[in-house]
């Protein structure tokens, strides 16, 4: 069974604080969607709005056919796995996995059944009658997973379900959640605040702002064209220029910084959607060299990164951040240029 | 172990004598072969005990207190559970000095209590003696009962309950087979706590106790009034002897520092 997630509109509020605007979201059968953003800014509460632990303001929620805006929450039929594991301290692992089952009316034998068989698929065999307290970390996150998989939802999320473990078990927990979900083939929405994380389990991510999603879109997409400053920000773009484009000349992009020193970048991968932009550039988007064409700067402080150097570099526009060869190690206070690199850099329309 | 110095020793020592002595005193008293209160006793007789429940009046108001204070505390638990409930679960939302308004009998001198409950449930409402009792004992016992119980609260994580609502159980079903099962132990522990205040009442009870209906203590007092003798002591080691029991029976399932945590 797999259906479609669709929230149209929706907008939710603390008190008088807006806390999410007019949301539209659309989650494909079968897809993984994952919502990501630093605290505040809306994900959890979108999760909320759907699990119906909170009322939207305005909107609708959709699930397929199924509208679930004002349904109840113990009547939506979602799967859900809690940051915290959120656990029943009082009930073994066999009885935690069954909780979903004994309030759909499951007879007791056939709960049992399938309680344990779902404690298997998580490898959990043996541990049925511990209880939550005997656990490891990982190990109670698989019981939440089960817990959640076992009542077979259309919809499953995930409320930051990684962050309390340790960084070895969690890419572990990550590819087994993303495996189950793909082989049950059921939607999911995701939500965390890592990055790596996101783009790892998901088809597409979300990345959330003051309530908006800033953009959607694959992984690969939001990685190498951001939408605009946030993104590039949040993805890694930590030079953000503001600069302008002065001609497009031949099958170069050119682009005037302040202090008029100019980039050309190739036309073919470089669109210009407006005339004031924002050059944005990974450290290894801009390499330091003695001469070329590029951004003029003064060396500033110099760190090893293992695969390269990166300089803290006093430009026209202001500190930025470049990577140069181990070949050679550059001094504070040399001259240098700034070259870009087409695959890590990015124009941006100016906000 | 760490050496202690002689004189915090001494002090310690002092401080344990000044707790015990009065208690040893009773105790001695309430076996003494002779007609008045004395120590060191003289003689050795249970007869004061036998006594005491020969007095009707004692007999009488041993169950009227034992009565009330399962009444008061049940009553009190009833409004208290839902009330810490409600201050843990929006906790961020209610206003600060909320939590603050269900300790304030505690705060109040108990002789001023049991004489506003007085003018307030007795004579302002009518109510009945034993209702008027139950009433302000119950009130007597609230702060505990949310406290404690609150207490309990604090530590439980609502996403367990969320997580249960998820899996398809109503929000009342989760109270009872989720919340109410992880704080068991708060709720046991305030029982025990508002149980024994409620049954050594002396200030609240005094105000609102009338004609045919009294409790123990009150009871206590009036027959000190006119037979200075050794049933009082009996009584006091008896209400003693409850109140270790039921503290006994905190320890051996609770563990004492649960209430004092």
């Given at each position: 069974?797999?259906?479609?997630?669709?929230?149209?509109?929706?907008s939710?509020?603390?008190?008088?604080?807006?806390?999410?605007?007019?949301l539209?979201?659309?989650?494909?059968?079968?897809e993984?969607?994952?919502?990501l953003?630093a605290?505040?800014?809306?994900?959890?509460?979108?999760?909320?709005?759907?699990?119906?632990f909170?009322?939207?303001?305005?909107?609708?929620?959709?699930?397929?056919?199924?509208?679930?805006?004002?349904?109840?929450?113990?009547?939506?039929?979602i799967?859900?796995?809690?940051?915290?594991?959120?656990?029943?301290?009082?009930?073994?692992?066999?009885?935690?996995v069954?909780?979903?089952?004994?309030?759909?009316?499951?007879?007791?034998?056939?709960?049992?059944?399938?309680?344990e068989?779902m404690?298997?698929?998580?490898?959990?065999?043996?541990?049925a009658?511990?209880?939550?307290?005997?656990?490891?970390?990982?190990?109670?996150?698989?019981v939440?997973?089960?817990?959640?998989?076992?009542?077979?939802?259309?919809?499953?999320m995930?409320?930051e379900?990684?962050?309390?473990?340790?960084?070895?078990?969690?890419?572990?927990?990550r590819?087994?959640?993303?495996?189950a979900q793909?082989?049950?083939g059921?939607t999911?929405?995701y939500?965390?605040?890592d990055?790596?994380?996101?783009?790892?389990?998901?088809?597409?991510v979300?990345?959330?702002?003051?309530?908006?999603?800033?953009?959607l879109?694959?992984?690969?997409?939001?990685?190498?064209?951001?939408?605009?400053?946030?993104?590039?920000?949040f993805?890694?773009?930590?030079?953000?220029?503001?600069m302008?484009?002065?001609?497009?000349?031949?099958?170069?992009?050119?682009?005037?910084?302040q202090?008029?020193?100019t980039?050309?970048?190739?036309?073919?991968r470089?669109?210009?959607?407006?005339?004031?932009?924002?050059?944005?550039?990974r450290?290894?988007?801009?390499?330091?060299?003695r001469?070329?064409?590029?951004?003029?700067?003064?060396l500033?402080?110099?760190?090893?990164?293992?695969?390269?150097?990166?300089?803290?570099?006093?430009?026209?526009?202001?500190e930025?951040?470049?990577?140069?060869?181990?070949?050679?190690?550059?001094?504070?206070?040399?001259?240098?240029?700034?070259?870009p690199?087409?695959?890590?850099?990015?124009?941006?329309?100016a906000? | 172990?760490?050496?202690?110095?002689?004189v915090?020793?001494?002090?310690?020592?002092?401080?344990?004598?000044?707790?015990?002595?009065?208690l040893?005193?009773?105790?001695?008293?309430?076996?003494?072969?002779?007609?008045?209160?004395?120590?060191?006793?003289?003689?050795?007789?249970?007869?004061?005990?036998?006594?005491?429940?020969?007095?009707?009046?004692?007999?009488?108001?041993?169950?009227?207190?034992?009565?009330?204070?399962v009444g008061?505390?049940?009553?009190?638990?009833?409004?208290?559970?839902?009330?810490?409930?409600?201050?843990?679960?929006?906790?961020?939302?209610?206003p600060?000095f909320l939590?603050?308004?269900?300790?304030?009998?505690?705060?109040?001198?108990e002789?001023?209590?049991?004489?506003?409950?007085?003018?307030?449930?007795?004579?302002?409402?009518?109510?009945?003696?034993?209702?008027?009792?139950?009433?302000?004992?119950?009130?007597?016992?609230?702060?505990y009962?949310?406290?404690?119980?609150?207490?309990?609260?604090?530590?439980?994580?609502?996403?367990?309950?969320?997580?249960?609502?998820?899996?398809?159980?109503?929000?009342?079903?989760?109270?009872?087979?989720v919340?109410?099962p992880?704080?068991?132990a708060?709720v046991?522990?305030a029982?025990?706590?508002?149980?024994?205040?409620?049954?050594?009442?002396?200030?609240?009870?005094?105000?609102?106790?009338?004609?045919?209906?009294?409790?123990l203590?009150?009871?206590?007092?009036a027959?000190?009034?006119?037979?200075?003798?050794?049933?009082?002591?009996s009584?006091?080691?008896?209400?003693?002897?409850?109140t270790?029991?039921?503290?006994?029976i905190?320890?051996?399932?609770?563990?004492?520092?649960?209430?004092?945590?």
């Amino acid at each position: 069974m797999s259906v479609s997630l669709t929230l149209a509109g929706v907008s939710a509020h603390y008190g008088s604080t807006l806390v999410l605007e007019n949301l539209d979201l659309h989650v494909a059968e079968g897809e993984l969607v994952a919502l990501l953003g630093a605290s505040g800014c809306g994900k959890t509460t979108t999760l909320r709005l759907v699990a119906g632990f909170l009322q939207p303001s305005a909107g609708t929620i959709r699930l397929g056919e199924r509208d679930l805006t004002r349904l109840p929450a113990h009547s939506r039929n979602i799967g859900l796995v809690f940051q915290t594991y959120a656990l029943f301290p009082h009930l073994t692992v066999r009885d935690n996995v069954a909780f979903g089952l004994k309030q759909r009316g499951v007879a007791a034998a056939e709960r049992a059944r399938r309680a344990e068989a779902m404690i298997a698929t998580v490898g959990l065999e043996g541990l049925a009658d511990r209880h939550p307290a005997n656990l490891s970390g990982g190990q109670r996150q698989r019981v939440a997973l089960a817990r959640a998989l076992v009542i077979d939802p259309p919809l499953l999320m995930f409320d930051e379900p990684l962050s309390n473990l340790d960084a070895k078990l969690r890419i572990d927990m990550r590819v087994e959640i993303r495996r189950a979900q793909r082989d049950r083939g059921t939607t999911a929405l995701y939500v965390t605040h890592d990055q790596e994380e996101a783009f790892s389990i998901s088809d597409r991510v979300a990345i959330m702002s003051r309530g908006r999603i800033e953009q959607l879109g694959p992984p690969e997409e939001l990685y190498s064209r951001p939408a605009n400053a946030f993104v590039a920000n949040f993805v890694g773009f930590s030079n953000l220029v503001p600069m302008r484009a002065v001609t497009e000349a031949g099958d170069a992009v050119r682009l005037e910084m302040q202090g008029g020193a100019t980039l050309d970048l190739p036309r073919a991968r470089f669109a210009v959607p407006a005339r004031e932009v924002i050059f944005a550039a990974r450290a290894e988007g801009l390499t330091v060299a003695r001469e070329g064409r590029g951004i003029p700067a003064t060396l500033g402080l110099r760190t090893y990164l293992g695969r390269a150097y990166q300089y803290r570099c006093t430009t026209a526009a202001g500190e930025i951040v470049a990577n140069g060869p181990l070949s050679e190690p550059l001094e504070p206070g040399t001259r240098a240029v700034l070259v870009p690199e087409p695959d890590h850099c990015a124009i941006l329309r100016a906000e | 172990m760490a050496r202690v110095h002689p004189v915090l020793g001494a002090f310690a020592v002092l401080v344990f004598a000044l707790l015990l002595a009065p208690l040893v005193i009773i105790i001695g008293a309430s076996v003494s072969d002779t007609t008045f209160l004395t120590f060191p006793p003289q003689g050795l007789t249970l007869h004061w005990f036998e006594r005491l429940f020969e007095i009707a009046a004692f007999r009488r108001t041993m169950i009227t207190s034992f009565l009330l204070a399962v009444g008061g505390t049940g009553l009190s638990l009833l409004i208290g559970i839902p009330a810490a409930y409600a201050l843990a679960r929006w906790r961020g939302g209610l206003p600060a000095f909320l939590p603050n308004v269900f300790v304030l009998p505690v705060l109040i001198p108990e002789i001023v209590l049991g004489f506003s409950l007085m003018k307030s449930v007795a004579t302002g409402l009518g109510l009945p003696i034993i209702a008027a009792l139950l009433v302000g004992h119950a009130v007597l016992v609230l702060p505990y009962c949310v406290r404690v119980v609150g207490a309990s609260l604090n530590q439980f994580d609502f996403s367990i309950e969320e997580a249960a609502v998820s899996l398809g159980c109503p929000r009342w079903r989760a109270f009872f087979s989720v919340v109410l099962p992880n704080v068991r132990a708060g709720v046991i522990a305030a029982f025990i706590l508002a149980f024994i205040t409620s049954i050594n009442d002396v200030s609240v009870s005094i105000f609102l106790t009338g004609p045919g209906v009294s409790t123990l203590p009150i009871q206590i007092l009036a027959h000190m009034e006119q037979f200075f003798d050794p049933v009082i002591a009996s009584v006091s080691v008896l209400l003693m002897l409850v109140t270790v029991g039921v503290m006994a029976i905190v320890e051996f399932t609770l563990g004492l520092t649960f209430l004092t945590k």
